[in-house]
C-alpha cells in the first residue's frame, strides 16, 4: 500500500494550490480519507476527511471556506484544495487513508503518505 501526495511548494500569501494523494495497492472505496499537516515545532493537526463512497466532507473550522477535499474515484485519488493561503499554512502536508469505513468513523487511519511541503511565503 502506498499513498503519494505531490503539489507541494512555494506559494505567496493569498495565492493556491492543490495537493494530491494517490493510493495504490489500496482503494479507497468502501471507506475514507483525510488530510493533516505538522507545522515546524507543533503537533500534526486535522484538516478534513472525505467519506469515499459518498463524497462527503469533513473540513476542519480553522481552515474551512478555504480548503476543500474532493477526490476522483476512477483515478483513486483524493485532492486538497488550498485557496487564500497565509504563512501559518505553512507545514508539511500528509493524507492518510483508513483500512475500512468502521476505522474511518472511528478515526482511525492506517496509511500514510510521505508529505509534501507546502511553504506560503512572499
Known amino acids: 500500500v502506498q499513498l503519494v501526495e505531490s503539489g507541494g511548494g512555494l506559494v505567496q500569501p493569498g495565492g493556491s494550490l492543490r495537493l494530491s494523494c494517490a493510493a495504490s495497492?489500496?482503494?479507497?472505496?468502501?471507506?475514507?480519507g483525510a488530510w493533516f499537516r505538522q507545522a515546524p515545532g507543533k503537533e500534526r493537526e486535522f484538516i478534513g476527511r472525505i467519506r469515499w463512497n459518498i463524497g462527503t466532507t469533513y473540513i476542519v473550522e480553522s481552515v474551512r471556506g478555504r480548503f476543500t477535499i474532493s477526490r476522483d474515484t476512477s483515478q483513486n485519488t483524493m485532492y486538497l484544495q488550498m485557496n487564500s493561503l497565509k504563512p501559518e499554512d505553512t507545514a508539511i502536508y500528509y493524507c492518510?487513508?483508513?483500512?475500512?469505513?468502521?476505522?474511518?468513523?472511528?478515526?482511525?487511519?492506517?496509511?500514510w503518505g510521505q508529505g509534501t511541503q507546502v511553504t506560503v511565503s512572499s
Open positions: 495497492g489500496f482503494t479507497f472505496e468502501n471507506t475514507g
Open positions: 492518510a487513508a483508513s483500512a475500512s469505513i468502521s476505522r474511518w468513523s472511528g478515526g482511525s487511519y492506517d496509511y
